[in-house]
């Protein structure tokens, strides 16, 4: 009783922070994730007031979270949008390998991790979090804008790609055979393959199984496929995040619609447990030791994504507003360099706090290059004399009308929000 008493007044008092704080940040025009973020940190372990009662909770709360998140995102986009995005989007991929893992891997080299800790510290840098950019392209109102669909389908390659890096990652450090190694990428390309197929030629079937004017019913229906084939996803050694993104891109139409009324209060909640866990889960005391070398690992590879993104929406023929604001978005590190570190940390135990750090900085440091990228990009672009978006020449004009859309980039079913995104206080949009 004295248990269940101590969990309810925790997860009472987590919630109705929640609130609190996402309301000052509202008021301030921030993001809530690097305030939930630090929040998370200050109460948990090494904290000042440690939650122990209702860690077990938080936890599984966390996963809903990030199953929510990509979910929702999924379901903004067709099959056959993410096909025709991953044709088209492939050399944006490669480049984002390239440039990404690359610090991370020579970084534990430098440091004398040898071959595994490198391929491991490879993945930390190089993923982007599918979670915390979801978070921000939402409360930013971006869904609907032209580079929208540019970030998913890096976000996507990166997610997809997972299934074969994780489970390479994991036979190296268990140090099994390469036949063994193999089946597991096997299974998992294999699932990522069937999930996509069905959802590809029998995306409508599954649509009118779930769809249903009770929307109860509904709710009930959509939640537990997602987290049913979440959690299979999960035990082929495919991301739940990828099990949850391809259920929403299975389901179209006034399905799709409708989940998205039922299910959006849901996602905001469960988001901001998962990254309260984040930081409920980190002993501030780790930090400090490893700040300097996570903090110069986070520059350059801040850096290095914005140039990703920037690179990728310029393929995809996206105004240079939108090409920064791509390239600021794609910045947060988040839920999978932690499943990262924490299967390597076995074999190299001083991955843990240098991910952990690099991770804080980029998971808070994300969502303000997420919104100051661009205008900070306008403001040198008029201080130089270009004639690019942000000369002021353009002022009052979006994106959407200055530019054609690319040919190779996929139709979206949302108009342009360009011209609702919020603005940093106290500026005007060029």
């Given amino acids: 009783m004295h248990d269940t008493t101590a969990l309810l007044v925790e997860l009472g008092a987590v919630i109705l922070g929640l609130g609190l704080v996402g309301r000052f940040a509202g008021r301030i025009g921030l993001s809530p994730i690097p305030l939930y973020l630090l929040a998370g940190l200050a109460f948990g372990h090494g904290g000042l007031i440690p939650l122990d009662a209702s860690e077990e909770f938080t936890m599984v709360g966390a996963e809903i979270g990030v199953i929510l998140l990509l979910l929702l995102l999924g379901l903004e986009y067709s099959a056959s949008e993410l096909v025709t995005s991953l044709k088209t989007q492939y050399p944006s991929g490669a480049v984002d390998f390239v440039l990404n893992a690359t610090p991370g891997a020579v970084a534990a080299l430098i440091l004398g991790w040898g071959p595994v800790g490198a391929v491991a510290l490879a993945g930390v840098t190089w993923i982007s979090s599918s979670g915390v950019i979801a978070k921000v392209m939402t409360d930013l109102g971006r869904l609907g804008n032209r580079e929208t669909p540019v970030i998913l389908g890096v976000l996507v390659m990166e997610d997809l790609a997972m299934a074969v890096y994780l489970p390479l990652l994991t036979a190296m450090l268990a140090g099994v055979s390469l036949a063994g190694g193999s089946l597991a990428l096997v299974i998992a390309l294999g699932a990522v393959g069937l999930v996509l197929y069905l959802a590809l030629r029998h995306g409508r ?73 984040f930081g409920l889960s980190t002993n501030p005391a780790d930090i400090p030791p490893v700040l300097l070398p996570a903090a110069l690992l986070a520059i350059v590879t801040t850096f290095t994504k914005i140039a990703t993104g920037y690179y990728a929406a310029r393929r995809a023929g996206v105004g240079s507003r939108g090409r920064w604001r791509a390239g600021g978005t794609l910045v947060a590190r988040g839920e999978f360099s932690i499943v990262i570190a924490g299967l390597a940390v076995a074999t190299e135990p001083r991955i843990g706090p240098i991910a952990t750090a690099y991770v804080l900085i980029l998971v808070i440091v994300g969502p303000l290059t997420a919104r100051w990228t661009q205008p900070l990009a306008a403001k ?34 949302l108009p342009s929000h360009d011209d609702l995104t919020p603005e940093p206080a106290g500026e005007t949009r060029e």
Avoid at 243 to 249: E, N, W, Y
Avoid at 385 to 391: F, H, I, L, N, T
Avoid at 399 to 411: G, L, Q, T
């Fill in 205 to 277: 079937l599954i649509s009118r199984a779930v769809s249903s004017d009770n929307p109860e019913m509904l709710l009930l229906v959509v939640l537990g496929l997602t987290v049913l084939v979440a959690g299979v996803a999960q035990q082929l050694q495919v991301s739940a995040a990828v099990g949850a993104f391809l259920v929403g891109i299975a389901l179209s139409g006034e399905v799709a619609e409708g989940a998205r009324k039922l299910l959006t209060p849901l996602r905001d909640l469960f988001a901001a447990v998962f990254f309260v866990f």
């Fill in 380 to 413: 040198i672009e008029a201080r130089r004399g270009g004639d690019g978006d942000g000369d002021g020449k353009s002022k009052g004009t979006s994106d959407a009308e200055k530019e054609p859309v690319a040919k190779s980039a996929p139709e979206r079913r």
